[in-house]
């Protein structure tokens, strides 16, 4: 289980410190490789890949329920392998990210922009690598 808290934990932190950076610094785009990756801020009233916009309440009552689901289930994920546990914290921390911004400003801070793809930021790579990591653990074994 301290697998799953520090992954929680580390993605939370690394998600919201660099959200408050956006929000004091970033105040243009600023390019990082030319036509590949830029910093871009974006308000994001909704979901990933532009579901649910203006969804703020059903978004935030779906992070709750992650929350309880992990609750409820927290022996399992005790008793899972290290890859179960990893993958859980990650989708945790970053869905808890998420619903910080949703909580304090009614949408979410994007910033990472690659051009081809939706503008996204940390607490959406820790959810997609903890959906990833879980997946995994499930092919591999029973969690």
């Known amino acids: ?23 004091k610094l970033l105040f243009r785009e600023i390019t990082i490789l030319p036509g590949v ?41 005790r008793a899972a ?6 993958g859980v914290g990650l989708l945790f921390g970053g869905a808890l990210g998420n619903l910080i911004d949703r909580l304090r400003f009614g949408y ?3 910033f990472i922009d690659f051009g081809f793809w939706p503008v996204f930021n940390l607490a959406d790579t820790a959810i997609v690598f903890g959906v990833v990591l879980v997946a995994i653990a499930v092919l591999r074994s029973n969690p």
């Open 108 to 110: 979410v801070v994007d």
């Open 81 to 86: 392998n290290a890859c179960f546990q990893w």
């Open 37 to 77: 990756m830029a910093f871009r801020y974006v308000a994001n009233p909704g979901a990933a890949f532009g579901l649910l916009v203006n969804q703020t309440q059903l978004l935030i009552l779906l992070t709750l329920g992650l929350g309880l689901a992990i609750v409820v289930g927290h022996q399992k994920i």
């Open 1 to 23: 289980m301290q697998r799953f808290w520090l992954a929680a934990l580390l993605s939370l932190l690394a998600d919201q410190a660099s959200k408050s950076l956006v929000l």
